[in-house]
T-cell receptor
Framework: NAGVTQTPKFRVLKTGQSMTLLCAQD?????MYWYRQDPGMGLRLIHY???????AKGEVPDGYNVSRLKKQNFLLGLESAAPSQTSVYFC???????????????FGPGTRLTVL | GENVEQHPSTLSVQEGDSAVIKCTYS??????FPWYKQELGKRPQLIID?????GEKKDQRIAVTLNKTAKHFSLHITETQPEDSAVYFC?????????????FGSGTQLTVLP
């Protein structure tokens, strides 16, 4: 099993350009997440999905859109990139355990994005 | 929403000594508390977790304690080794929107000095 994979690993954009980050998981997990990681600020949730065809906003959703057309894929889009979106982006997935408890999130390797 | 505070932000210890990292959370309904280790340039990886119905959990040199009354939990690493050097993140799981979510602390850079 590959686990959680992300494409691309690195990307440099100019302000105003658009791009899509792809996350794929082969663990049949229901839940998928997109985080951004900035120095000294930990991981902040951008958007998440509790199943195919569903998406919801996290803590810092502005400037991003997501789609989950297939259970194994979760796409993060930047329509008009800004320098403030320079960050490392991590995708994660998890399953919903019994009793409503929250099980381990498995992280992808990350995408380092620079917006000039 | 949930708020997680983590201290200290940096921690240096001598090899063989113990390291303790502390986190507090705000939502009394949070019920799952994982700890992640992130090496430079790598993804966060779960090292230990604890659920709200347990007060302590241990896995070899790593242990986590939870005090639900005070809403704080701690990571304890004994007999530290240079390979323990990394950034450690705590997190708390709370219900928000349509699902439980993890809220992360800001991280602790642990350096183990040889």
């Amino acid at each position: 099993n590959a686990g959680v994979t992300q494409t691309p690993k690195f990307r440099v954009l100019k302000t105003g350009q658009s791009m899509t980050l792809l996350c794929a998981q082969d663990m049949n997990h229901e839940y998928m997440y997109w985080y951004r990681q900035d120095p000294g600020m930990g991981l902040r949730l951008i958007h998440y999905s509790v199943g195919e065809g569903t998406t919801a906003k996290g803590e810092v959703p502005d400037g991003y859109n997501v789609s989950r057309l297939k259970k194994q894929n979760f796409l993060l889009g930047l329509e008009s990139a800004a320098p403030s979106q320079t960050s490392v982006y991590f995708c994660a997935s998890s399953y919903s355990g019994p009793g409503g408890f929250y099980n381990e999130q498995f992280f992808g390797p990350g995408t380092r994005l620079t917006v000039l | 929403g949930e708020n997680v505070e983590q201290h200290p932000s940096t921690l240096s210890v001598q090899e063989g000594d113990s390291a303790v990292i502390k986190c507090t959370y705000s939502d009394s309904a949070s019920n799952y508390f994982p700890w992640y280790k992130q090496e430079l340039g790598k993804r966060p990886q779960l090292i230990i977790d604890i659920r709200s119905n347990v007060g302590e959990k241990k896995d070899q040199r790593i242990a986590v304690t939870l005090n639900k009354t005070a809403k704080h939990f701690s990571l304890h690493i004994t007999e530290t080794q240079p390979e323990d050097s990394a950034v450690y993140f705590c997190a708390a799981s709370s219900f928000s929107g349509s699902a439980r979510q993890l809220t992360f602390g800001s991280g602790t850079q642990l350096t183990v000095l040889p």
